[in-house]
């Protein structure tokens, strides 16, 4: 992936950015939209399956909707950034963000005056789980194309995973341990947020979310817009 240094430098802070939106997104679909997730599909599959099983609280349609629709998130992911070359692959991934933004803008509309206490049985949560998982979605397949190590956005497991098994305790070295942990703590933050956000607005905190994954997207731009310095 060829791209000036001053873009280089900034994609990371991008990506940990985003990885904060993920934990406000997840936040709201599992406590506001009927214990979903539409970011984190390995605990949505999961969510799935306890549905399956008959599990009270937990609906098949909503872990469906988001699993559908975070499939049809990466399609356009994909598609976007199957024509990226090499020296392109930030500018294509930026329309994947763009098209993130949007989708999450489009929920937090959506998600004016609703209520899940009140409206658990309307479209509305529905439109919401689709809308948020579009998101994610596209955003993780333009994410996976440019393949920044310990920079998903979405999946900690690994990451953690990496933590533990090239610390010092077990006779590693320690590679981008900064990185690694500052992508759980985005998370969390991210989550935390999130949570806080909800007791006052659902609508509010997608609202955030694309706000916070907007000026992510725009120090990108500017990055790729901003000749290196000799």
Not at 17 to 24: D, F, H, P, Y
Not at 147 to 165: C, E, H, R, S
Request: glycine fraction near 8%.
């Amino acid at each position: 992936m060829a791209n000036t240094l001053t873009t280089e430098k900034i994609v990371p802070y991008a990506l940990l950015g985003m990885t904060a939106v993920t934990g406000l997104v997840d936040a709201v679909s599992f406590l506001s939209l009927g214990r979903v997730f539409t970011a984190n599909m390995t605990g949505n599959i999961v969510i799935l399956a306890f549905a399956t099983a008959r599990v009270s609280g937990l609906s098949i349609a909503h872990s469906l909707t988001a699993l559908l629709s975070f499939l049809v998130g990466s399609i356009f992911g994909g598609r976007i950034m199957a024509r990226a070359g090499p020296d392109s692959q930030i500018r294509f991934a930026l329309q994947g963000f763009l098209l993130e933004v949007a989708f999450l803008f489009a929920a937090s509309l959506c998600a004016i005056g609703y209520r899940g206490d009140l409206l658990r049985d309307s479209f509305q949560p529905f439109a919401l789980i689709a809308l948020t998982a579009l998101a994610m979605g596209t955003r993780n397949a333009a994410v996976r194309r440019l393949a920044i190590p310990d920079l998903t956005t979405t999946v900690l497991t690994l990451t953690i995973t990496a933590i533990g098994a090239d610390s010092s305790f077990a006779n590693g070295n320690n590679p981008r341990l900064a990185r690694r942990v500052e992508s759980v703590i985005a998370m969390f933050l991210g989550a935390a947020l999130g949570a806080v956000a909800i007791r006052y607005s659902i609508s509010a905190a997608l609202w955030l979310g694309a706000a916070i994954s907007a000026v992510c997207s725009a120090a990108l731009f500017r990055a790729l817009r901003t000749p290196d310095k000799l």
